[in-house]
């Protein structure tokens, strides 16, 4: 038996296919594009691991996907891999709407044929897991109730409105073909291997590298955030005993304004890492210019998950992002591999345009 992990080498495909080490010797076949926000050191405690092979290779690549899943005969396809950051589809969508929609089009494709193929008993074990966001609802008023499963779709950013597609297409697989499918609909999520253009990681680096922290706006804006263990172990969760063709929201109840969030990794940084001139990181705070578009508030109502397949998360926000901060100030190797070359290019287009 083996699993095939789409996305990988990115943040949280990455955390996965490392906890999933953690639990099982189950092999795992790590297909990922190594776009920007790909990168092979995360898996690198890997290697040498006969249980784990990484493949470069695009979701879309039909034949490329059809071949892997013959050689390997999966028992489950977990689809981690998209275009993932919304500042960069509102710049460019045209990848998001490839990768998400079109990508995830050709591997339902791919992955329909070889569950067709499969004998009866295998067909029935096979799970295809698509792993999704909460940004697919919508934004919330302040005193508005957190998303459940059934709020309706009201995805206002070009990432958000390409996966909400991708779900789609999933559910279509199931409700026309049969596939045995899962979605999962998470918040926002922080810990090691987060790319450092996100908000928590991208804090951390700029105070550290003495640079301006920038908060979209009036730094109101609120997000649930949940550390990425949490997320990998809710994902292997409903793998498990996930009902087909159903959708699990998965959140921390953590909701965070993000001017908050910023004002307590500048806390922790000034006592595990404080500036040499001994002022306060908080001093680096700027408010810049809003995202357009940006959703006020996202917050999850967890509960059917917690009910049904009995996960909780295990960390509050203030031991996550205590672990998360000291996991950025001993890997500034790994940070500084990747704030280089395309990454600043993007950071220039970005806060200096
Ligand atoms: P990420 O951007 O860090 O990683 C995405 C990975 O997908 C990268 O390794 C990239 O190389 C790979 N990839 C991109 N296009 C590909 C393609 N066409 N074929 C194969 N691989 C490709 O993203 P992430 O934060 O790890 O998010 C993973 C998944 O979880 C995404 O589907 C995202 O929508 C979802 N999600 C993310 C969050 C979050 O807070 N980061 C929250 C909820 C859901
Ligand atoms: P982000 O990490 O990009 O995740 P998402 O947009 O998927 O929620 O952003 C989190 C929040 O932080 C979001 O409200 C936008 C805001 N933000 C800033 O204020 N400054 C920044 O430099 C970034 C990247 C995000």
Not at 133 to 142: A, I, P, Q, R, W
Not at 210 to 230: A, E, M, S, T
Not at 310 to 335: C, D, H, M
């Amino acid at each position: 038996m083996s699993i095939i992990v789409t996305g990988g080498a990115g943040f949280i495909g990455s955390n996965f296919v490392l906890d999933w080490f953690g639990t099982s010797d189950e092999p795992v076949i790590t297909l990922d594009k190594l776009t920007y926000a790909g990168n092979p050191e995360n898996l690198a405690s890997l290697a040498g691991n006969p249980h784990h092979q990484l493949v470069q290779g695009d979701i879309g690549d039909t034949k490329l996907v059809a071949e892997l899943l013959a050689k390997h005969k999966p028992r489950a396809v977990l689809n981690f891999a998209a275009e993932s950051h919304v500042d960069r589809s509102i710049h460019g969508p045209g990848e998001f709407i490839q990768t998400n929609i079109v990508g995830t089009f050709h591997l339902l494709e791919a992955v329909r044929a070889y569950w067709n193929g499969l004998p009866d008993d295998e067909r029935a074990a096979f799970r295809f897991l698509h792993v999704s966001t909460d940004e697919v609802y919508g934004s919330l008023k302040k005193d508005d109730p957190a998303f459940s499963e059934t709020n309706r779709y009201e995805p206002n950013s070009p990432y958000s409105a390409s996966k909400a597609a991708s779900d789609h297409l999933v559910r279509a697989y199931h409700h026309t073909y049969g596939l045995p499918v899962l979605t999962t609909n998470c918040s926002n999520n922080y810990g090691p291997y987060h790319f450092p253009e996100k908000l928590i990681p991208l804090v951390i680096h700029n105070a550290l590298a003495g640079k301006p922290l920038p908060i979209y706006g009036d730094g109101q804006q609120i997000r649930d955030w949940l550390y990425v263990k949490d997320h990998c172990a809710a994902i292997r969760r409903v793998l498990a005993d996930g009902k087909l063709g159903e959708t699990y929201n998965v959140g921390g109840w953590n909701e965070k304004a993000n001017l908050d969030v910023v004002h307590t990794l500048c806390t922790l940084l000034d006592e595990l890492s404080p500036r040499a001139d001994g002022q306060p990181y908080k001093n680096q705070i700027t408010f810049v210019k809003d995202r357009p578009g940006h959703d006020q508030r996202y917050a999850i109502d967890a509960s059917r998950l917690e009910r049904e397949l009995g996960w909780k998360p295990a960390e509050t926000f203030e031991s996550g992002i205590r672990k998360t901060v000291q996991w950025y100030l001993a890997n500034q190797a790994w940070v500084a591999n990747i704030t280089s070359g395309a990454y600043r290019d993007w950071v220039n287009t970005q806060y200096d345009a």
